[in-house]
């Protein structure tokens, strides 16, 4: 069965400091992990789509790599309006239409 | 000019009643989804239609029942409400999943059965 994890649950940093978020995955085949940003009361709001491992792809302060277990979301120097959760997801070559996706990790982002 | 938008957003019911949520998408895409996020956050899909036709049922009870009148309509029926149906549903829609697009969120619907 596909499966994302995301590590850390929770992460708080000071504004400036850099940092990375962790998605693991296992999955029969990747076609595609995608990165998500959720605001509170919020729907989750496309970042990034990685196809295969060595590709990054960057918008403002953040940068997604792949390899063949895991991604990574850097932060780089950021601001309080970064904070936010960010949602990790994968869907398989093989199999139904879908994204399956982690529990997340809770950024916040301190003045 | 919201991309996909669903209502209500708020819904507060008691348990045993039947309620709807409505979803659309202004975007041309003919795939459309439901999406559950319950209280740890996780978000599973739960129904996908593809043109009006269903695609997936994730074994969901079959209390729940999705309706596609058209490509760019999706609503969710909920009979006999129960206090586990507590959540958040999130509509989605995309082009066919098979060439990795993006799918796009809706802000989401609180249901709160008490």
């Known amino acids: 069965e596909d499966q994302v994890t995301q590590s850390p649950e929770a992460l708080r940093l000071q504004e400036g400091e850099s940092s990375s978020l962790n998605c693991s995955y296992t999955?029969?085949?990747?076609?595609?992990l995608f990165w998500y940003r959720q605001d509170p009361g919020k729907g989750p709001e496309f970042l990034f789509t990685l196809y295969s491992a060595g590709e990054e792809k960057e918008k403002e302060r953040l940068k997604a790599t792949l390899t063949k277990k895991e991604s990574f979301l850097h932060i780089t120097a950021p601001k309080p309006e970064d904070s936010a959760t960010y949602l990790c997801?994968?869907?398989?070559?093989?199999?139904?239409?879908?994204?399956?996706f982690g529990q997340g990790t809770r950024l916040t982002i301190n003045p | 000019d919201t991309a996909v938008s669903q209502t209500p957003k708020y819904l507060v019911t008691q348990m045993g009643n039947d309620k709807s949520i409505k979803c659309e998408q202004n975007l041309g895409h003919d795939t459309m989804y439901w999406y559950k996020q319950d209280s740890k956050k996780f978000l599973k899909i739960m129904f996908s239609y593809n043109n009006k036709e269903l695609i997936i049922n994730e074994t969901v009870p079959n209390r729940f029942s999705p309706k596609s009148p058209d490509k760019a309509h999706l609503n969710l029926h909920i009979n006999s409400l129960e206090l586990g149906d507590s959540a958040v549903y999130f509509c989605?829609?995309?082009?066919?999943?098979?060439?990795?697009?993006?799918?796009?969120f809706g802000e989401g619907s609180w249901l709160t059965v008490v």
């Open positions: 989605a829609s995309s082009h066919p999943l098979g060439g990795g697009n993006t799918i796009y």
């Open positions: 997801a994968v869907q398989a070559i093989r199999g139904a239409q879908k994204l399956v």
């Open positions: 999955v029969s085949g990747l076609r595609g």
